[in-house]
């Protein structure tokens, strides 16, 4: 748990909104020894300023009078998190980067920066964009590269870009012309580029526990060389446990040992390893010491040495499985609550913040627990149109809600409200998380 300041509610989110004092926000200790690359126990990552989403509902809160809640979202304001380089020109993530390199110098600590730029990122769904093509893009990574240098830094390669592979998408050709082959070899330059860099430690996307096999994503990142950086990282923008994720990136640094070693039986066939889904099940977590088991007979003389990093910025309750909206007085039908299940990635309720960022984790290969996804910020419209909502409006509505098929179809019934756009401030479920905090805020 990360030190906190003894000054009031008032005081603390008034701090916050005037961007006062940022080395009093900025807890840890001293940053990584320039003769290494791993992150040391007491690394001290860059707190951002606040979004202006934050400050606003901040202020409101203060002026209102609810200084309790106006305190929770300031001191989730001053804890680390991820910088996301999203797009511009090469120039202008450029001088991003050099901005937030020179803010963190001022805080004596390491920026954590996520690098989303990819074409066709995110299935050109909820966070559609990216750069036009791979040539744009390369020259994108570029820039980043260039302006990191060879300072430190923790750089994060394209969310979901692993995951979800143009043949993942389900999208004809026309409508998203380009290939696995690009997708992989666009990772590989932006992981090659960035390791130039002596002093980065650059993780590439492994998904979460909840998504691809074990073999899937090793096979992946084995092809977008993986073996030529720090390792990868975890449940970013998701909700999985801390257990789920630190049993899941174990197998996957097994899985990447075994099959890497030409001495070994499994080597070249990352097919071969067993996964969250067989022999253990999925959605039943007693279940997983089975694939622990079959790793601990299976390693052999092959040693695991790929790191990874978890995002625990949202997991600090349980995954919330939908089952509430199939009782009283909600009454959604059994075929509902498994629509909703599967939409629980996409700005479920009942969530809380999670650890706080620490490289000091006790767990061997785990580097560090951070906060990538920022805290606050909507997943997107999460609605039936988009498939992660479904609602018998008959059974369950209240007054205000929308009564025609195209309103409902926009609709989140969870929240009572059309969600904000993809990184859009959702002040709604930003105090939920504040509140719900596990460790508690303050």
Known sequence: MQPRSHRGPLAAATALVLGVGLSLLAPGTASASPTSRALTPGTRFFVPPPVAGAVQQITGLVKSGDLKDAELLAGMEAVPSAVWLTGGTPAQVGNQVRTTLAEAAAEQAEPVFVVYDIPGRDCSEYSAGGAADQAAYEGWIDAVASAVGRAHAVLLVEPDALGNEPSDCNLPVSAYPHSDDERTAEVGYAAAALEK??????????????????????????????????????????????????????????????????????????????????????????????????????????????????????????????????????????????????????????????????????????????????????????DALGGVRAWDYGAYSLPGWPTDAASQAQFDPLWGQVDPAAGAWFPAQALQLARLASPRLG
């Open 197 to 382: 860099d002596p002093n980065a430690r650059v993780y590439l996307d492994g998904t979460n526990p909840h998504w691809q096999a074990v073999g899937t994503i090793t096979r992946r990142l084995l092809s977008a060389g993986v073996l030529g950086t720090q390792g990868f990282f975890l449940n970013v923008s998701n909700f999985r446990t801390n257990a789920e994720s630190q049993d899941y990136g174990s197998w996957i640094s097994d899985c990447i040992a075994m099959t890497s070693d030409s001495s070994h039986w499994a080597f070249g066939h990352p097919e071969y390893c067993a996964s969250q889904y067989y022999p253990a099940t999925v959605d039943d977590f007693s279940t997983w010491g089975r694939t622990s088991a079959w790793y601990d007979q299976n390693l052999g003389g092959a040693v695991p040495t790929t790191h990874y990093v978890v995002d625990t910025s949202r997991n600090g309750q349980p995954v919330n499985t939908m089952a509430q909206y199939g009782a009283a007085p909600y009454n959604q039908s059994a075929a509902t609550v498994a629509t909703l299940m599967q939409g629980n990635w996409c700005n479920p309720t009942d969530a809380g913040l999670g650890v706080r960022p620490t490289a000091n984790t006790g767990v061997p290969l785990l580097d560090a627990d951070l906060w990538v996804k920022t805290p606050g910020e909507s997943d997107g419209g999460c």
